[in-house]
């Protein structure tokens, strides 16, 4: 029986490494530094060209996304771990609501939102993102707080140091490591995110756009864009594209977990 | 040591500390607060938002009639008529639930088999790496799955549905289910693509609920001769059984909201409900993905909030139910 | 084929157009909002249509004749399958189901057609190009009209699809009909010859089977009387050797323009398309206006106004 077990093992890793050689294999044919800094061709049937749009586009949109989730979650976080009370205990429960919304769910909220006065842009694709974004960070923020000792916290109340200042100056960094740890995964799985942009920034195949306020492209909308179609050459670049946003995922995903096993050694 | 004192309450007794309230502290507060603020006006505003721009076509045709009317037929909405309800939503819930279930059918047992194994069979240096591993299928993103679902899983699959449909699509009672022509997109492939994706969540939780068991049952059935199987079976499983049920109504709750991965691959079919697990159709997810940038028609986007509304309200049932259930399993186990 | 003359025409005045392919009922939509300079369909605007645009009277524009062709993935079958548009209009309507039907072998009698389902592939967005097909099927399929629940339901740019498979976009049906075997699409005839996917011929009003070509398309204007809108018409035709599923894009103009610049711009741009553009459609399967319809879209060009003034040219 446990061999059965061993067997469903070798099965689940035999599907990771299905997909993750499939797409290599495809991805290769087609990745190369032109893909890396050119933009489509005007003509989808035409070969060549990149989705140097679509990078450049993802950098700006998760940026901006980042700049806006972080503050916002590292300083809720504070507020549950640090004060503690109703009011937090409730902010604790809605973030780990929050977690399990569906991310067109939160496209269609922005959309309602923001779109519908400003219009299509790279910046409301952002605020989707940092939606998205925004209770993971809290959570694994929250999470590295509690594991900075009470007695670090203690230590600086006896020297007379502010509760703002103990927080600022000994708590976040003594959890930094974690904290950065949370933030990584987390823009990891903003990147590959679609569904909320598709409502939101609505995507630009066609020329380089670097202004947040008009529609942008980003990496994982042009795949999608790219991918639908039945022309081999921009299926092609579709590959280059998924080809690329994995390994800005894994890369992202594996140095989080690096660092946050350098973390867990130093604790322990 | 002496550091710079400025407030009376240092000289307050050791052991106690008093909080001081200064003009920097009373902003910091302040922020603190607001950013928790931010968090709950999110999850209220995500709710009324939706329902305001749900209102108009709640209005319009009468919110019972979204679930009574048999078709959605966006074509056939006009400014004026109200019966029938031309987007009526009912096969997007029964996509998204036929496509989560066959989701979880195949995705629970294998998280649990994984994740016995991992916890139980494998020896210790293998359990991270093997969990790594399995936690990368999360990283993967949606759209990279959809992609690979098309091109590669799809071909694949031919073989598996024609066998299905030649043999179960033959029974009677059942066969409709089992109906086919396969082409290729469908709800089947759909389940299947989703079952790779909750997979790293199901199993997650399953290696914390087996890995809580308490050492000593295991050893002590061990240590009465059983196979380690058998261990397994009498020591960790019976009790896990609520934590396992958790981890599946988690997973059931992440595939309910999954949505390119799903719309690459289900044939985006949106009529009626089509009976055969081998038919194409559509999500609640997928619809609104699909058809949001081109909702032209009367009370079309507005019927799309619908849509969302009801996705909103179904992950947030099945979200903090299976937080509750793996709470309670996570309390009894230890 | 705007990516073709947008890059010509950025070539040759170093002015550059944006086009995004989304389907027309998004065009449509766009330019009633106001959110583009211009949109572009393959059907024309409905008086609702028009009645709904933000600034004003709307101007259609016919920029080129276009077919719509039946595609198919029959392995081993080459183009040239031969189809009715009773037939098409019972594929599409769920009634033929199999390759081999007999309506289908009697048509096309030394093909070896499988005994395998018709897997049909259609529009799941708002488009001129399903505007045009179902035009046709509601003029030649009785089947279809009621499948579909009447004439006034059957033949528009979305219509509630009774089987199939939906794409989005060209893209989408073309990229679906290669990637299903034994399937059936509608797409515009330079989708399908550049994704190489085989297509059928059509029997026309006079009982001839043709295939679409850039000479099949332009008697379709033959004894067409245009409206003042311009907005028509061309499916079924009466001409012998015509195309029976062809249609015009037209670009769609606000007639009041608020800016010079633009106004000119696009001014420019189209008197460019509706001369030097034409010469460059046959190489995508597209067929140049003809010089009565070309003339009547001059015609509709000379209307812009800009704050009050016309800008002749």
Known sequence: MTVLLAIVMAATLAVLAWVLVYVAAQGLKYLNLAFLTQTPPGNPAQPGGGFANGIVGSLIIVGLATLMSVPTGVTAAVAIVEYGGRFAAATSFVTDVLVGIPSIVTGAFVYALWVTTFGFSGLAGSIALALVMLPLIIRTTAEMLRLVPVALREASAALGVSRARTIVSVVLPSAMAGITTGVMLAVARAMGETAPLLLTALGNDLFMETNPTQRMSTLSLQIFGNAVTGFQAAQGRAWAGALTLILIVLVLTIAARLIGRRVAAARS | MTAPVTTPAAATGAGQLRRRRGYGDRMFRAAVFAAAGIVLLVLLGTGLFLAKEAWPALRHYGP??????????????????????????????????????????????????????????????????????????????????GFWGIFALIPALYPIANFLISTLGNVPGIGIVFAGPFFGVSYFTAGIVLSIMVLPIVTAICREVFATAPADEKEAALALGTTRWEMLRMAVLPRSRSGITGAAILGLGRAIGETIAVTMVIGNSVLAISTSIFAQGATMASVIANEFTEATEPF??????????????????????????????????A | MYSTWAAAYDKATGVAVAYASIGSGGGIAQIQAGTVNFGQSDTGMTPTDLAAAKDGPILQIPLMLGAVVPAYNLPGIASGLKFTGNVLGEIYAGKIKTWNDSALKSLNPGVALPSEPIAVVHRSDGSGTTGIWTDYLTKESPTWVSALGGASKSAAQTVAWPVGIGGKGNEGVSAAVSQTKNSLGYVTADYAIAQHITYGQVQNKSGNFIEPCVPSLIPAVDGVTFPPSLNTSLTDGSNPDVYPITGTTYALIYQHQTSKATAASLINFFAWVLTQGQDMTAKLTYAPLGGALQKLSFAQLKKITVNGQALAK
């Not at chain 2, 079309?300 to 793996?326: D, E, R, Y």
């Open chain 2, 300 to 333: 079309h986007l507005p019927s799309l909030f619908v849509v969302a509304f009801w996705l909103l309200i179904i992950s947030l049932i099945v979200n903090a139910a299976g937080k509750l259930v793996v709470r309670r399993a996570r309390s009894d186990i």
């Open chain 2, 64 to 145: 019972l009639s979204f679930i009574t009317s048999d078709r959605w037929a966006p074509s056939n909405a006009t400014a004026t008529g109200t019966h029938p309800n031309p987007y009526g939503i009912l096969q997007f819930v029964y996509g998204t639930v036929l496509t989560s279930l066959i989701g979880m059918v195949i995705a629970v047992p294998v998280a649990v088999a994984v994740a016995l194994f991992i916890t139980d069979v494998a020896p210790s240096w293998l359990r991270r790496p093997l969990s790594y591993l399995v936690d990368l299928l999360a990283a993967i993103p949606s759209v990279v799955y």
